[in-house]
């Protein structure tokens, strides 16, 4: 019998930070397909920096941002009595910027789809920004809205260096299955580590053929 704690919690960390990325992205994503300032390349450039950008590079620079003696640290301690460091609201945090950039564009290449008649047109019949977003803009792109939530779910799921970095592995509590592998792996454990390996390869190959799927069956809806 192997140990579930790791992966479970690798599921309940991907799914919350799958939910407060897409409150964080939509409105970003929204102001990226639509404005024309000079400064949206340069965002753009921040928000994919993770993609190129080495975890543990990251990880290093979350390490120091979140450390007591750090500013950012410092304040989120005396001000709302939270450490960040080697706590799972670390890891959500850290998961949250290193998956940025897998929730954000999808979400703006299909916002940048649209027609913007239609936008016009909500906006003319009276109904607000946030009516909009919901009643008219994010039923029509479906297919980037399911490939930005299902994609930032299971990257979350395969983190290793971000988390590493920022949370330790603390049984229970930031030890999760990309860590436990690691650890497993160190130990020569390998019929374990094949085990947790096996269930990791499985879900990422079910995630991403979903997501095809889903994709094609809306483009033979649409066509």
Known sequence: ??????????????AVTTFFLFVVSLPLAWW????????KPFLEAVTALPIVLPPSVLGFYLLVAF??????GAFLEECC??????TFWGLVVA?????????????????????????EASYIGGKGFW?????????????SLLTALIVTFAHTVGEFGVVLM????????????SVAIYELVEQLDYGKAHIYSA????ISFIVLAGVYLLNRRFKVTSS
Do not use: H
């Open 81 to 86: 009595s939270l450490k960040l460091l080697f």
């Open 199 to 202: 269930i990791m390869l499985g």
């Open 166 to 177: 920022v949370g330790g592995s603390i049984p229970g509590e930031t030890k999760v299955a």
């Open 67 to 72: 450390a007591p003696d750090s500013p950012l």
């Open 131 to 143: 009516t909009t977003m919901w009643r008219v803009a994010l039923p029509n792109i479906k297919p």
């Open 95 to 119: 998961s949250m910027v290193y998956s940025l950039p897998f929730m954000v564009q999808p979400l703006q290449s299909g916002f940048e789809s649209l027609p913007k008649l239609m936008i």
């Open 32 to 39: 990226l397909s639509q404005t024309r300032s000079p400064l």
């Open 1 to 14: 019998m192997i140990d579930l704690t790791p992966l479970s919690l690798s599921f309940k960390l991907a």
